[in-house]
């Protein structure tokens, strides 16, 4: 565990983990720093926060197919979320790319990805290019972030891939605490967990990358690949278990968790928009006040697409991944992200 003088080490970015982890961490980038106008523009006017606190998880590459391969058996805590939430294995991922960088910028901004049609314009999946969302869109867009830090709450990336430097260079004020340690999935949930034992985050943003990491090398669904959804699994848990066993946060914490994309069983790919492989994820509601129920029944203005992948123009859309940034104001208390698409009535219901 990471001792409590070392967490508040932490508000100093990236710069103490490294040491921590001998040098693991992506280098701090410079950030763009929004106009005054651009940021008074965007920004959702101010609401009392409630003292809800919102973690949520991106679990790159989790094909839903892994839970039911590997049982209750192999991933308990994935089951549990199921089991005591409100969830669906039949989420869909974006309609443009199935890649991780644009699908996690869609997360962040409830955006959808191609610029010219309102998007975050992030269309790159490298740490190679540092332009900010801003710099792809064209203009000022707006994020989770920006839209908790301006009603007085904190924030906090906990990521293992160094082009998630992105969320940190494009709202650089909003963005609290920036933890990027390099393919080190504990290590991030030992960070998330010494910020919830100490001064929980009002928003948490934890990306975990080992099972898109092990489908890349070995494919997806392979044996290793499994293994490595098992062990995310037991760090999930280790939050659930962290939020049960603390009276606080068992009263005011919710975890929303994810995926980018799935990927093709027997293949190292996930590239392709149109492949049911790729574009089916999952999406759980978990915590204080959340019943347990299927998304969809819970949902009418939302529609479970069976093996579809729904346009833009359909009139009752699936649940998205996008949808996490303004599903996770609205758990705040919050309104939707400015200038988002996904969610921006704020009707995807939990309770």
């Known amino acids: 565990m990471i001792s409590t003088r070392r967490a508040r ?15 693991s961490l992506a280098a701090p980038v410079a950030a763009e720093a929004p106009t005054a106008s651009a940021t008074t523009a965007s920004s959702a006017p101010a609401r009392r926060l409630d003292g809800t606190h919102v973690v949520a998880i991106s679990i790159d590459g989790l094909n839903p197919r892994a839970l039911n391969r590997l049982g209750r058996a192999g991933t308990p805590y994935l089951h549990q979320l199921l089991d005591q939430g409100a969830g669906t294995l039949n989420a869909r991922a974006q309609l443009e790319m199935t890649i991780t960088l644009p699908n996690h910028t869609s997360m962040v901004t409830g955006r959808r990805i191609n610029a010219a ?22 203009h000022d867009v707006s994020s989770v972030f920006r839209v908790v830090h301006d009603n007085g709450g904190t924030t906090g990336v906990y990521a293992t891939k ?24 504990a290590a991030v949930v030992r960070a998330l967990r010494s910020d919830l034992a100490t001064s929980p985050r009002t928003f948490s943003f934890l990306h975990l990358g080992k099972p898109d990491q092990m489908g890349h090398k070995y494919g997806w669904l392979s044996p290793t690949y499994l293994r490595a959804v098992s062990t995310v699994d037991r760090l999930v848990g280790s939050i659930m278990n962290q939020i049960r066993n603390t009276p606080a946060l068992k009263r005011s914490t919710v975890i929303v968790l994810t995926s980018d994309h799935g990927g093709v069983p027997g293949t190292t790919q996930h590239a392709d928009a ?48 996008g949808d996490l940034a303004n599903l996770s104001l609205s758990l705040l208390s919050l309104g939707p992200v400015p200038g988002s698409l996904w969610d921006r009535r704020q009707d995807l219901t939990w309770r």
């Open 274 to 321: 149109k492949n049911r492989e790729d574009y089916r994820v999952p999406f759980v509601i978990w915590g204080a006040g959340v019943r347990h129920a299927s998304l969809y029944a819970i949902n009418p203005t939302r529609a479970d697409p069976g093996r579809g992948r729904p346009g833009f123009s359909a009139r009752r859309q699936p649940v998205r991944n």
């Open 117 to 138: 049609k309102g998007g975050h314009g992030v269309t790159w999946n490298d740490d190679s290019v540092t332009r900010t969302v801003r710099q792809a869109a064209g």
């Open 9 to 23: 080490r932490l508000l100093v970015p990236t710069l103490t983990l490294a040491a921590l982890l001998g040098g």
């Open 162 to 185: 160094s082009k998630f430097q992105l969320f940190k260079r494009s709202w650089r004020t909003a963005v609290d605490t920036n933890v990027i340690a390099v393919e080190k999935n």
